[in-house]
């Protein structure tokens, strides 16, 4: 992972963005220890983001803005990823063979795999509801687990979901973390990092989808080591320390071109 200032505005930028959905909000202090970068680097980049109207400030950090404009339709969602995103998300697309049973969790590179599905028939289950609602627009007999709702990020949690994954088996997941390093994959949002945990009990075939940014990087919740995962498709060359990782676990790990 890129460091300090030498880590693009940008990739900072929009993980902030899944530090406050995943969390609720977040604080300069936090901005400041997961990317290394000062107090004053770090009010500069909340400044920017509620210029773009994305956060709203607030004293010591921000929260995501409570407003009817979160909820976009389905193109102008997609035109929301970034350009990573959409790479990574094409070759997941790509691995999806016909009546496939795929999970899809909540982050918004699995969200983006919709976009680029081809196949005319595949079953689909989730707890996002974006996921859901951009899944509405392909073929798939689409499954939205019901539970407890985080009402900043719209993906559902709780005893219930949990319970309700219980009674699927699927041929593939597709998930996302916050962070992938030799501890496993984490996350902020505990509760989401329990679903993620049963989904990937509940599949034959775990692949996480994560850009460079998310490599040698830890979150608050470790929600499984390692050896659950079977690949990693991201968007540059992992470094030589992540591959010797891959390897001892046996994770294939595919560049998206």
Same mark, same amino acid.
């Given at each position: 992972?890129?460091?300090?200032?030498?880590?693009?505005?940008?990739? !900072?930028?929009?993980?902030?963005?899944?530090?406050?959905?995943?969390?609720?909000?977040?604080?300069?202090?936090?901005?400041?220890?997961?990317?290394?970068?000062? !107090?004053?680097?770090?009010? !500069?980049?909340?400044?920017?983001?509620?210029?773009?109207?994305?956060?709203?400030?607030?004293?010591?950090?921000?929260?995501?803005?409570k407003s009817g404009k979160e909820r976009m339709d389905y193109t102008a969602r997609l035109q929301k990823f970034?350009?990573?995103?959409?790479?990574?998300? !094409? %070759?997941?697309?790509?691995?999806?063979?016909?009546?496939?049973?795929?999970?899809?969790?909540?982050?918004?590179?699995?969200q983006a795999i919709s976009a680029f599905i081809d196949v005319l028939r595949f079953a689909a289950v989730t707890?996002?509801?974006?996921?859901?609602?951009?899944?509405?627009?392909?073929?798939?007999?689409?499954?939205?687990?019901?539970?407890?709702?985080?009402?900043?990020?719209?993906?559902?949690?709780?005893?219930?979901?949990?319970?309700?994954?219980?009674?699927?088996?699927?041929?593939?997941?597709?998930?996302?973390?916050?962070?992938?390093?030799?501890?496993?994959?984490?996350?902020?949002?505990?509760?989401?990092?329990?679903?993620?945990?049963?989904?990937?009990?509940? %599949?034959?075939?775990?692949?996480?989808?994560?850009?460079?940014?998310?490599?040698?990087?830890?979150?608050?919740?470790?929600?499984?080591?390692?050896?659950?995962?079977?690949?990693?498709?991201?968007?540059?060359?992992?470094?030589?320390?992540?591959?010797?990782?891959?390897?001892?676990?046996?994770?294939?790990?595919?560049?998206?071109?």
């Amino acid at each position: 992972m890129l460091k300090g200032d030498a880590m693009y505005q940008e990739e !900072r930028l929009e993980g902030i963005i899944v530090m406050i959905r995943e969390q609720g909000r977040v604080r300069l202090e936090e901005i400041c220890s997961s990317f290394q970068v000062s !107090r004053d680097t770090a009010r !500069r980049d909340l400044v920017k983001l509620a210029e773009r109207g994305e956060v709203t400030r607030m004293h010591g950090g921000a929260i995501l803005p409570k407003s009817g404009k979160e909820r976009m339709d389905y193109t102008a969602r997609l035109q929301k990823f970034s350009a990573e995103k959409k790479k990574i998300a !094409r %070759a997941a697309a790509s691995l999806i063979r016909e009546g496939d049973s795929i999970i899809f969790d909540t982050s918004t590179t699995v969200q983006a795999i919709s976009a680029f599905i081809d196949v005319l028939r595949f079953a689909a289950v989730t707890n996002s509801i974006y996921a859901a609602e951009l899944l509405a627009e392909t073929n798939a007999d689409i499954n939205l687990l019901g539970g407890q709702l985080n009402k900043e990020q719209r993906f559902l949690y709780g005893p219930s979901v949990l319970a309700k994954l219980e009674e699927f088996y699927a041929d593939k997941l597709f998930v996302g973390t916050f962070g992938i390093s030799e501890e496993g994959l984490s996350s902020y949002h505990e509760e989401d990092g329990y679903v993620k945990k049963m989904m990937m009990k509940r %599949a034959d075939e775990v692949i996480v989808v994560a850009d460079h940014s998310k490599l040698e990087k830890r979150g608050f919740y470790t929600f499984s080591s390692l050896e659950g995962v079977d690949k990693v498709l991201t968007d540059r060359e992992p470094s030589s320390f992540m591959k010797d990782v891959f390897d001892e676990y046996n994770v294939e790990w595919i560049v998206a071109t």
